[in-house]
C-alpha cells in the first residue's frame, strides 16, 4: 500500500525553539499534504492544507506564523514550529492525498511526529 | 460547523463476538466517508471505504444510510487483534477529513 514517511518520530525540545517536521511520500506524487494534531484521547484536527507550490491554507485557530508549512516538491512537506511552547506538545501527523489501483481516493497518513517541549 | 459523532465506548466483547459501531455527521453535502483504525499511540490507517450501496471486506462490513446521515461498522467474529480505535471519517465536500473522536474496542480472550 502507500506509504508516507516522517521524521522525526519524536522530539523533545526546550521552550523557545523551533522544530521542523519532514513528511514524505514514498510510493506516489502527492499534491495535496494535511498536517494534523492531536491531544491525547481527542480526535485528529486538521491543522492546514498543503499544496505543492504553493501557499497552505490554514484551519480557523492555526498561526500561519506559528506552524511554518513547506510543500516545495510533490513528494516533501514540512512543518515547522516556531518558538515552540509546552502547549504545543502533541502529536503531529501529516498525510498525502492520493489514490491506490481500485480504490477511492483517500489520505494516507505518515507514522506521527510527538513533540514535547519542556 | 461540520462534525462527526461516534459513541467513545469502549465495547468490550469476548473473542468471536459480532460488534456494530455508528457515526452520525451533520455535513449533508459530503460524498465520501471511511472508517480508519488507529492502534494506540499511532497513526490512523485506512481500514474501508463507505458506499452508498455497503460493502464488505472480510469480516468487515460498512454501510451508509445518507437519508439519516449515519454510518455504521460491522465486525464479525472479533479478533484479539481488532482491539483498537476505530474513527467515523467524513470524507468533506472539498477533501478535507473530519475525524469523529473515535470509538474504543476491547476484545477479550
Known amino acids: 500500500g502507500a506509504v508516507v514517511s516522517q521524521h522525526p518520530s519524536r522530539v523533545i525540545c526546550k521552550s523557545g525553539t523551533s522544530v521542523k517536521i519532514e513528511c514524505r511520500s514514498l510510493d506516489f506524487q502527492a499534491t495535496t499534504m494535511f498536517w494534523y494534531r492531536q491531544f491525547p484521547k481527542q480526535s485528529l484536527m486538521l491543522m492546514a492544507t498543503?499544496?505543492?507550490?504553493?501557499?497552505?491554507?490554514?484551519e480557523q485557530g492555526v498561526e500561519k506564523d506559528k506552524f511554518l508549512i513547506n510543500h516545495a516538491s510533490l513528494t516533501l512537506s514540512t512543518l515547522t514550529v516556531t518558538s515552540a511552547h509546552p502547549e504545543d506538545s502533541s502529536f503531529y501527523i501529516c498525510s498525502a492525498a492520493g489514490r491506490l489501483a481500485g480504490r477511492q481516493e483517500t489520505q494516507y497518513f505518515g507514522p506521527g511526529t510527538r513533540l514535547l517541549v519542556l | 460547523r461540520k462534525e462527526v459523532e461516534q459513541d467513545p465506548g469502549p465495547f468490550n466483547v469476548p473473542e468471536g463476538a459480532t460488534v456494530a459501531f455508528n457515526c452520525t455527521y451533520s455535513n449533508s453535502a459530503s460524498q465520501s466517508f471511511f472508517w480508519y483504525r488507529q492502534d494506540c499511540r499511532k497513526e490512523p490507517k485506512l481500514l474501508m471505504s463507505?458506499?452508498?450501496s455497503g460493502n464488505e471486506d472480510g469480516r468487515f462490513t460498512a454501510q451508509l444510510n445518507r437519508a439519516s446521515q449515519y454510518i455504521s461498522l460491522l465486525i464479525r467474529d472479533s479478533k484479539l487483534s481488532d482491539s483498537a480505535t476505530y474513527l467515523c471519517?467524513?470524507?468533506?465536500?472539498?477533501?478535507?477529513?473530519?475525524f469523529g473522536k473515535g470509538t474504543k474496542l476491547s476484545v477479550k480472550p
Open positions: 498543503s499544496n505543492e507550490g504553493s501557499k497552505a491554507t490554514y
Open positions: 463507505v458506499y452508498s
Open positions: 471519517v467524513d470524507g468533506g465536500s472539498q477533501g478535507n477529513l473530519i
